[in-house]
């Protein structure tokens, strides 16, 4: 190989990394909308499920059919609490690669 050559490669490296670190600082940035998205919905859904059970129990005494509900929007917040959470964290296969997140 000559100089020429040698550079040329370089550059080229170069060019991909700086495409592969682009590609990750978006995905970084998509997991976060994505992270605080769920996040938001998870309280929603919680604040609306304390809602209904409160509302059921004050009209509708203890034969309510809101219950239910109540108790899938609870679960749905829990489940969602759970994927905020995951993708906060960073990954297991950064921390095996020697990466932060």
Same mark, same amino acid.
């Given at each position: /190989?000559?100089q020429?050559?040698m550079?040329?490669?370089? /550059?080229n *490296? $170069? =060019?991909q990394?700086?495409?592969?670190?682009?590609e990750?600082q978006?995905?970084a940035?998509?997991r976060? $909308? &994505?992270e605080? #998205?769920?996040r938001f /919905?998870? #309280?929603? !859904?919680?604040?609306?499920?304390?809602? *209904? #059970?409160m509302t059921?129990?004050? !009209? *509708?005494g203890?034969?309510? +059919?809101? !219950? +239910?509900?109540?108790?899938? *929007?609870? &679960?749905?917040?829990?489940?969602?609490?759970? &994927? =905020?959470? =995951?993708l906060?964290? +960073?990954? +297991?296969?950064?921390? #095996?690669?020697?990466?932060?997140g």
């Open positions: /190989m000559t020429e050559e550079e040329a490669e370089i /550059m *490296l $170069r =060019a990394l700086s495409r592969i670190e682009r990750q978006a995905g940035e998509h976060l $909308r &994505l605080k #998205v769920s /919905m998870a #309280v929603a !859904f919680s604040i609306a499920a304390i809602a *209904l #059970v059921g129990a004050i !009209f *509708l203890r034969s309510n +059919p809101i !219950f +239910p509900f109540a108790l899938s *929007l609870i &679960l749905t917040s829990i489940s969602l609490g759970l &994927l =905020a959470q =995951a906060r964290s +960073p990954s +297991p296969l950064a921390a #095996v690669d020697g990466q932060d």
